[in-house]
């Protein structure tokens, strides 16, 4: 197959998997060495295996959220990378996309940055809102989750709250934080009450 025959046909896909690469080719062993070759010459990008997406100037990359949703399903965007798109902590997190899941905890590496997933127990995974970034659909932690789940899985202490640098907490719903922390620990809930 050619690359641009393989361009037309997952040119409207953000993201393209290994799994639908019998469709195209009957040889799909075949089809997979071209791949590998398309990546070395830097055409497309790998972003774990098996998964793939068109590099500039063959189609738009879609945004990291996206992305960060697509290498692990069920996922959400949480903790760090949420607090800093709802402005709650001052740094930036482009490079680096944290996110929950309720499978075990994994890292991806790859040529757009660090994808970091922290597994959470079923009865914690919720409290998130699908949004749209850049016309892609994004599973993203609500402001006060976000910060429940950074408080849970970073193992911050009462002590430890002093020294955040949040900022923004107005933004947050008080009484839902204060609901939501009763469903982690107590350490959680007197955090909560803490910031409250």
């Given amino acids: 197959m050619k690359f641009m025959d393989f361009v037309e046909k997952f040119r409207d896909s953000p993201v393209i998997y290994s799994q639908g690469f019998g469709i195209l080719e009957t040889n799909d062993k075949l089809l997979r060495v071209q791949v590998h070759k398309w990546v070395e010459k830097g055409w497309l990008l790998e972003l774990k295996r098996g998964v793939y997406i068109l590099n500039k100037p063959f189609s738009k990359i879609p945004p990291m959220f996206y992305i960060a949703n697509q290498l692990l399903f069920p996922s959400y965007i949480s903790m ?17 996309i944290t996110s929950i899941t309720t499978k075990k905890t994994s890292k991806y590496k790859n040529s757009l940055g660090l994808f970091i997933y922290h597994h959470i127990k079923r009865d914690l995974f919720f409290e998130f809102d699908k949004i749209t970034v850049d016309g892609h659909k994004v599973h993203l932690a ?15 202490s009462e002590k430890d709250v002093g020294g955040l640098r949040l900022q923004n907490l107005e933004l947050l719903d008080k009484e839902k934080l204060l609901s939501l922390s009763n469903e982690y620990s107590k350490r959680i809930y007197k955090i909560a009450r803490r910031l409250l």
């Fill in 80 to 96: 760090e990378s949420a607090l800093s798109y709802y402005g709650i902590i001052p740094e930036g997190t482009f490079s680096v």
């Fill in 142 to 156: 609500k402001p006060e989750k976000a910060l429940l789940d950074y408080l849970y899985l970073k193992y911050i």
